[in-house]
């Protein structure tokens, strides 16, 4: 029980002086990476650098109490920090210590919120949000995230929750537009750029091994910070109308609880679950594929618990919200970390740049975090996604199209409330047109398979329907409307057999409609049997009248019911196959 809930105690035992070695390297690495993420992260929601660092340290170190991925970086995010934006600026101001408040009372609830669905072991919540809706959702805040740095990079003010307010707002002030931010901006975009997908290739073909080529050019965002900050003090940018991180307080965050208002918690409530629900859905998707590559396991309730425990940290903290990372984890990965412990380290290494490195960010432009977050997000973003989903499947192309536009039109509150919509929707309608197919006897065989795709043979008068899926109330009108028809249709059928090979379930609603069919056929001079029903559904059938009431059989075999429904037509495949044997023979 006690490693369920604490994983460190699985794997401290055997952690060894190699182990250490790895995670220390590692966590070298992913604190280079996170010192401008962490600051571009808090402008983006619109709060303080030193809150940025803040939410690094905590939250690091719980997870590596809690966690149960090995390579998992918990901190702050994109998408996260653009929700925070969204919902935090329909309460107060940004730059007050209201909006501060707010942000990290909704670190706090959301925390609160994860934190019990791992007590009840809710994992399985996240699966209602479909992999499209999450895809559109992900891409058009990355669109969204990107357009809100462009003001930044510009040198002019400029806002908006959505793409519409975005472009209007900067069209509209471009007239304000800063040459010497423009100047600074558009090359550190362009060098990040160059870091990102260039920079290890010329390394190594100057004579880099591949894992220092590596190495340095995740350090592409470090050179930009302090390659514009010296350029910001030596000339003076300050006083040009280039806009600096300016006082970032220096030392450790003092622990407090965050603002106890009832009447805030209840105007973010939604917002904190959202929040909650994108940021798990992304961790767990991050945890299980890293995880996947070195054959470990993940356990989804744990990650609530794991998130929510260090969302809570992160509010204790002075924080917003964090999740798992996806380029951040990425690194810590390939960087060599074995065990979460490699998050410790990194939470000190962010707790010491805290300590000694903060006066030196006072003259960072901000047009360089912004040109982090532009190149950070922008990976994110995949159009083509739309492309390959439309070939595939039109109605997970109908969804993630219109979550992308809801997002992009109204916001990413709106945007991911449609999604879960959107997703529920989906999932009801397909459910709601259960495939089922009506199968015939392979010749020669104890098989059956669906008429309009093998060569079968069929019984005039028996009617073999095979049910797909599991029965409940969305389809259980459905199953009656096909058999009603079939009657119609063929005046000559004496038998209907249902097929339960791949049915798990019949709810009530279904039980209502079954009754229904069998009374509909007995009226009708036609038997209602079933086949191969599985254990669990057959147990729950007993426990009512409908087998007692039901017309027909229950056979355990397809094969079975045939063999006694129309004999002749089994006799008559075997016939068929021991001629086609002979005839091959001879």
């Given amino acids: 029980m006690l490693k369920r809930y604490f994983p460190i105690l699985d794997w401290a035992p055997q952690y060894t002086r190699e182990t250490l070695t790895n ?13 401008p993420q962490s600051l571009a992260y808090a402008l983006l929601a619109g709060l303080p650098a030193e809150v940025g660092l803040y939410a690094s340290i905590a939250p690091l170190v719980i997870y590596a109490l809690f966690g149960t991925s090995r390579a998992l970086a918990v901190g702050p995010v994109a998408v996260a920090s653009l929700m925070t934006a969204a919902a935090v600026g329909e309460l107060a101001q940004t730059g007050t210590p209201e909006y501060l408040g707010a942000a990290i009372a909704l670190a706090f609830l959301s925390g609160l919120m994860l934190t019990a669905m791992g007590l009840a072991r809710l994992g399985f919540l996240a699966s209602f949000l479909s992999h499209p809706v999450i895809s559109g959702f992900i891409t058009a805040s990355g669109i969204i995230i990107a357009g809100s740095q462009i003001p930044h990079i510009l ?37 990040l750029f160059w870091t990102r997908n260039r920079m290890k290739g010329w390394l190594k073909a100057r004579g880099m091994t591949d894992r220092m080529a590596g190495t340095v050019a995740r350090t592409g965002p470090v050179m930009a910070v302090a390659a514009t900050t010296l350029i910001a003090f030596a000339f003076g ?70 998130l929510g425990t260090s969302n809570i940290g992160a509010a204790l903290s002075g924080g917003f919200p964090v999740t798992g990372g996806f380029s951040r984890s990425v690194v810590n990965f390939d960087a060599g970390a074995e065990t979460p412990a ?45 492309k390959r989903t439309y070939g595939y499947n039109r109605a997970d192309f109908a969804a993630m199209l219109a979550t992308i536009l809801v997002t992009l039109g109204f916001g990413v509150e709106l945007g991911i409330i449609a999604g879960v919509a959107l997703s529920l929707a ?38 073999s329907i095979r049910v797909d899926e599991s029965l409940y109330f969305p389809n259980a009108r459905f199953l009656e409307d096909l058999i009603y028809d079939a009657i119609a249709e063929n005046k000559e059928l ?43 559904v057959m147990d729950r059938l007993k426990k009512t009248h409908f087998l007692h009431e039901l017309t027909g059989e229950v056979f355990l075999t397809q094969y079975d019911a045939l063999r006694k ?8 495949a075997l016939a068929a196959c021991r001629r086609e044997t002979l005839r091959s023979a001879g």
């Fill in 23 to 35: 995670d220390l390297i590692a966590a070298v690495i992913v604190t280079i990476m996170l010192i």
């Fill in 426 to 463: 989906l999932h009801l309608y397909r459910t709601s047109r259960p495939h089922v197919a009506v199968v015939g006897q392979v010749p020669g065989t104890e098989h059956f398979r669906n008429v309009a795709r093998h060569a079968v043979v069929t019984a005039p008068d028996v009617l």
């Fill in 155 to 191: 040198g002019i003010r400029a806002g908006g929750h959505n793409l519409v307010e975005l472009v209007h707002s900067i069209w509209a002030n471009l007239g304000s537009l800063n040459i010497l931010t423009l100047l600074i901006g558009v090359p550190t975009t362009a060098f």
């Fill in 494 to 536: 004496k038998h209907v057999v249902l097929m339960f090979p791949a049915v798990n379930d019949v709810d009530s609603s279904a039980l209502e409609s079954l009754e229904a069919i069998n009374a509909l056929l007995r009226d009708a001079g036609v038997q209602l049997h079933l086949t191969e029903v599985k254990g669990p």
């Fill in 237 to 306: 940018l300050e006083n040009h109308g280039v806009r600096i991180v300016g006082d970032v307080p220096k030392g450790l965050p003092v622990p407090s609880l965050p603002p106890l208002d009832l009447e805030l918690w209840a105007r973010i409530a939604i917002p904190a679950l959202l929040i909650g629900i994108v940021g798990y859905v992304e961790t767990i998707s991050v945890a299980q594929t890293l995880a996947a590559k070195r054959r470990q396991r993940i356990d989804p309730d744990q990650e609530l618990i794991a």
């Fill in 342 to 386: 490699a998050g410790a380290f990194t939470a000190i290494g962010m707790a010491l740049a805290t300590l000694l490195l903060t006066p030196a960010l006072y003259y960072l432009p901000k047009a360089t975090l912004a040109a982090t977050i532009i190149v950070a997000v922008l990976s994110l973003v995949d159009l083509g996604a739309l």
């Fill in 565 to 572: 429904l129309a004999p002749e037509l089994t006799a008559k």
